[in-house]
């Protein structure tokens, strides 16, 4: 046996990958996936004078079968869908429509225009729908006085304050607010599809709205996807709005009602019902699953098939 | 197939002019090469031909019709991009049939012009297939069936073969030559490279700096250059220059003194300029001659590269200046070697101060 | 000749107008984009009177007035809100930087075990809001005594942070060349060396796009300071606004100087780094 060769040094225990990961990890892990988890196994449970007992599923029993739960709730989540419908079809092609002005070759100003239309999206829900309730107002008389001035002062009305209105003014605000977001990001795929593309396009005999049918459309169409997946969860996950412009109650009547305002008065209570952090899980549960659903079908049926392209 | 003419044609970006005044006619079924350096205008010319740039000023003519302003696909051009441009959402069959399903053919008839087209390319094993699953050999094959498929006037090729790698570039420009016989359509064929230019062209045209240099035959370019810059142009490697002086003028002959003193002859027609006039005479590499006992240069080898059957001897010419020689590849040259070559004064050309050629003694 | 000529004019004629019309639109967006904002700024600075007797009007020396903005000065402690803001919203940010590109470092460098499902159990967090497990965190907080605290709000800012984060930096530390890497191991180079000053200094450009990304909706927040930091010494300026404006809903002046104290240093702010946020949207950063 030769004594040069030496038997190799035991692998270190990896330190660093511990400092690097940990810290992240550990907050991360306390503060979002364990509360989640901690979420959903508690809407399995009742509390009662502080002892808390194992019930099963019978708290979404209670919601969605329960009189006095149940029409709260599908009121919510019926609410919540029309909410998502109205961003689906107002949000994304008014954002279409920007972006391929937008991209219009050798537009000027289009930095100015971009930056502009974009800043709504920046300041806070609470303050855009404070802003809107001022603007809206009949005390005001703003937008009462500009329809007047363009001949359809008739139609003026307290659309906030109205059950049939409230929750489509609502979204008509949160689309005015959010529309800078599938502007920028279909904005950002259309600039990215090289100009021989087009080129190629207009060589082969396409006109400029061909172009867009055949090739610049099928090539946003995963962008579109990903912007519908991120309204999706916002829409899902909304409160802000609500809460700021008609308060917990999401009056009136219960008619700007969303999963996010139902979730927070159940958890905290309202009025003469008493705030149930077991039944608040539940809620947060289903929307959980609501958007986890969502997320899915998104990635199953859609992601799959619209491939991104590689220029 | 078609003639095309251009008369004059002028393009601007804003106060930029970038093409002044390109006057050119070519003949149906010729394959024209445009080639230069880079920014000379060759791709504008080419845009501008395509529609998909705005000719400023001047006129296009496409068989007696001038087309300024008609949209490419009314012109019947067909173009072939350097990236190749393919959809990238669509196969190879959709993007070969896209053209004619735009102009509104029908189904069949699509079909058979499609497929005939990837037989005749040898791609019609991959009709399903998505342009980032091709190689890039093939994207190209895909780039000029779809341009062949719509039958155009003309075919626009914009660098086809710059972005292949140098044995595919061979191999595809072998092709596209064998392809051009068989299709008998007109070609304009833009490039930087001119071994691409003088194998492919029926005729090549040397831009520079948005004008015109010289418009011929390749053999005609490397023989006749018009100006100094075709001359430095056309011919690997590049022509040798050496300033100097008239030393004595003539019809004839001409011998221009070079600023060591050394008299060097020339069989050019210089009787229009005057003694002692600054002009610059043209030395191809491959014209020296270690036997040649005409023009006798002597220097110093700086540096050889052995290319196999030929090698390329830099010498430096003891104050006169640099060049670069080419001999036959079978000899033993080393840097350091002391050597003298001289130059057949038929085979020296002579520029004037302003880069124009002057006219060389027909040789018998 | 002249039928050509006039086909050609209106060729231009046609591209003018179109060009008018892309502008006529996006500058008709622009203003509606704009006008909410800029009459709520444009009447802050009124009185009364002048706020409603003509909305759209500028401030004359007449109805000039900063009585608003001397109320909520006087009513509310906005300075302290806008300080608690910047507090939790600085350090939210610089710690899921830092945990963020540690995190990402790791995850995308190193071969172990469990690196695949960490990098999951990030992954699902950009999807999934944090939002969904309040009930849990206040449970959490509680116990920690840490209601009411600006600490609460910073954990679960950067517990709702890092997700996106670790996703955006992994991206970006996938194209770092592995030779500088290796070149430094090679002459025995400490990984935190490597990490601190090879790569750091490297992911800067993503760094400064993932932060603005996380600075917004921590700034504009009102779901977690409403639920875990209420109490007067501990709200942050979006909720203060929230109290002040539900509190003084009657008082104009006072509702549209407050608005205006929370808009503008945005709209600042913005303007200064907008050109930095909207290369991180366009870059593809956050496909």
Redesign the interface.
């Known amino acids: 046996m030769s004594s040069s060769i030496q038997p190799e040094e035991k692998k270190p225990f990896?330190w660093?990958?511990i400092?690097?990961?940990g810290?992240?990890?550990l907050?991360?892990?306390?503060?979002?996936?364990?509360?989640?988890l901690?979420?959903l196994i508690?809407s399995l449970y009742q509390e009662q004078s502080g002892e808390s007992y194992f019930v099963g599923l019978e708290n979404f029993v209670t919601l969605v079968t329960d009189e006095n739960w149940s029409s709260a709730f599908w009121n919510a989540l019926s609410n919540n869908f029309q909410f998502f419908a109205f961003h689906m079809l107002l949000q994304n092609p008014i954002g279409l429509?920007?972006a391929v002005?937008?991209s219009?070759p050798k537009?000027r100003?289009a930095g100015t225009?971009?930056?502009?239309?974009?800043?709504?999206t920046?300041?806070?829900?609470?303050?855009i729908g404070?802003?809107?309730q001022?603007?809206l107002s009949p005390i005001?008389?703003?937008s009462e006085?500009f329809l007047y001035n363009i001949g359809l002062g008739q139609f003026f009305d307290a659309w906030l304050g109205k059950e049939g209105s409230a929750l489509v003014t609502l979204s008509f605000i949160s689309v005015?607010q959010f529309?800078?977001i599938p502007m920028?990001?279909i904005?950002?795929t259309l600039?990215?599809i090289p100009d021989d593309i087009i080129d190629a396009s207009t060589v082969d005999g396409a006109n400029a709205f061909q172009t867009f049918l055949y090739i610049k459309l099928p090539l946003i169409l995963p962008t579109i996807a990903?912007v519908s997946?991120l309204t999706f969860?916002a829409n899902f996950?909304a409160?802000?709005l609500i809460?700021?412009v008609k308060g917990a109650l999401a009056g009136p009547n219960f008619s700007t009602d969303l999963l996010?305002t139902f979730?927070y008065r159940t958890?905290f209570g309202f009025q003469l019902q008493q705030g149930s952090?077991t039944m608040?899980?539940a809620v947060?549960?289903l929307?959980?699953l609501i958007?986890?659903v969502g997320?899915m079908l998104f990635l199953f049926f859609v992601q799959r098939r619209i491939q991104?392209f590689q220029f | 197939m078609a003639n095309l003419q251009l008369k004059n044609v002028q393009k601007r970006f804003g106060n930029v002019d970038v093409l002044h005044g390109i006057d050119l006619d070519i003949k149906d079924g010729e394959f024209v090469v445009l080639i230069g350096e880079s920014g000379c205008g060759k791709s504008t010319l080419l845009r501008l031909l395509s529609g998909l740039e705005e000719i400023s000023e001047g006129d296009l003519i496409i068989d007696d019709q001038?087309v300024?302003?008609a949209p490419p696909a009314k012109r019947g051009v067909a173009m072939v991009f350097q990236s190749y441009a393919l959809y990238p959402h669509m196969n190879v069959y959709k993007n070969m049939a896209f053209g004619l399903k735009i102009a509104g053919q029908d189904k069949a008839f699509v079909k058979s012009k499609v497929t005939d087209a990837a037989k005749k390319l040898k791609i019609d094993h991959l009709l399903e297939r998505l342009p980032r699953e091709l190689s890039g050999g093939q994207r190209q094959r895909v780039a000029i069936g779809r341009a062949i498929v719509r039958e155009p006037k003309v075919f626009l090729f914009d660098e086809p073969l710059s972005n292949l790698d140098a044995s595919l570039r061979v191999q595809t420009r072998v092709e596209l030559g064998k392809l051009h016989q068989e299709l008998k359509a007109t070609v304009i064929y833009v490039t930087h490279d001119q071994t691409e230019a003088m194998t492919l062209g029926d005729k090549i045209v040397v831009m520079n700096k948005g004008r015109i240099e010289q418009v011929g035959a390749p053999l005609e370019l490397y023989h006749h250059p018009k100006t100094q810059f075709v001359a430095g142009f056309i011919g690997s490697p590049k022509m040798n220059f050496l300033s100097g002086k008239i030393h004595l003028q003539g019809t004839e002959s001409t011998q221009v003194m070079l600023e060591s003193g050394r008299i060097i002859v020339a069989s050019v027609d210089s009787s229009h300029l005057h003694q002692g006039q600054t002009v610059t005479i043209g030395l191809r590499p491959e014209h020296f001659s270690r036997q040649c006992v005409d023009n006798i240069l002597v220097g110093q080898v700086s540096l050889v590269e052995h290319l196999g059957e030929v090698s390329y001897l830099y010498m430096d010419l003891n104050g006169e200046g640099e060049l670069v020689t080419k001999v036959d590849g079978d000899n033993d040259h080393r840097a350091g070697d002391e050597l003298s070559f001289g130059i057949d004064p038929r085979k020296v050309y002579v520029f004037d101060e302003q880069g124009a050629a002057l006219d060389r003694v027909k040789l018998q | 000749m002249r039928l050509?000529q006039s086909?050609?004019s209106n060729?231009s004629v046609r591209n003018v107008s179109k060009?008018t019309t892309?502008?006529a639109?996006?500058?008709a967006?622009?203003v509606?984009?704009?006008f909410?904002?800029l009459?709520?700024i444009v009447n802050s600075f009124k009185d009364r009177k002048g706020?409603?007797r003509d909305?759209?009007a500028l401030p004359t020396s007449d109805t000039f007035s900063m009585v608003g903005f001397e109320q909520v000065l006087l009513r509310s402690d906005f300075g302290l809100f806008a300080w608690n803001s910047i507090i939790v919203t600085v350090l939210a940010v610089g710690l899921v930087l830092l945990?963020?590109a540690?995190?990402a470092?790791?995850?995308t460098e190193?071969r172990?075990r469990t690196n695949l499902l960490?990098t999951f159990?990030?992954a699902m967090?950009i999807?999934?809001?944090?939002?969904?497990?309040?009930?849990?965190?206040?449970?959490?907080m509680v116990e920690l005594n840490l209601v009411n605290t600006l600490t609460s709000l910073v954990?679960?800012y950067?517990?709702?942070g890092?997700?996106l984060a670790?996703y955006i930096l992994s991206e970006f530390v996938r194209t770092i060349p592995k030779e500088l890497v290796e070149a430094a191991r090679c002459d025995a180079v400490?990984?935190?060396r490597i990490?601190f000053s090879i790569i750091l200094p490297l992911l800067k450009p993503a760094m400064a796009t993932v932060a603005v990304f996380t600075m917004?909706p921590i700034?504009?927040?009102?779901?977690f300071p409403l639920i875990l930091a209420p109490s007067e010494e501990t709200r942050t300026i979006?909720l203060g606004?929230?109290q002040f404006?539900g509190q003084y809903v009657t008082n104009?002046t006072s509702?549209?100087a407050a608005?205006t104290m929370?808009?503008v240093p945005?709209?600042i702010l913005?303007?200064i780094f907008?050109r930095q946020l909207?290369r991180g949207?366009?870059?593809?950063a956050?496909?």
Do not use: C
Not at chain 1, 27 to 36: A, H
Not at chain 1, 113 to 120: A, C, E, G
Not at chain 3, 127 to 140: A, N
């Open positions: 990896p660093h990958l400092v690097f990961l810290p992240g990890l907050i991360y892990v306390t503060f979002s996936v364990y509360p989640l901690d979420t508690l429509i920007l002005l937008l219009s537009l100003l225009y971009r930056t502009l239309i974009f800043m709504p920046m300041l806070s829900v609470v303050i404070f802003v809107w001022l603007i005001w008389g703003i006085e005015w529309v800078g920028m990001l904005y950002a600039l990215n990903m997946i969860v996950n409160f802000e809460y700021a996010g979730f958890f952090s608040g899980a947060a549960t929307m959980f958007i986890l997320v991104r | 001038r300024n302003t | 050509t086909f050609l060729i060009s892309v502008h639109v996006l500058l967006y622009t509606i984009a704009l909410p904002i009459i709520v706020i409603f909305p759209l945990l963020g540690m995190a470092w790791a995850l190193y172990f960490i159990l990030f967090g999807m999934i809001p944090i939002r969904l497990g309040t009930v849990s965190i206040l449970r959490l954990l679960v950067i517990a709702q890092l997700p670790v400490s990984e935190y990490f917004i700034w504009n927040d009102l779901w979006t606004v929230q404006v104009w509702v549209l608005l929370a808009i945005v709209l913005y303007t907008s909207i949207l366009t870059s593809g956050v496909k």
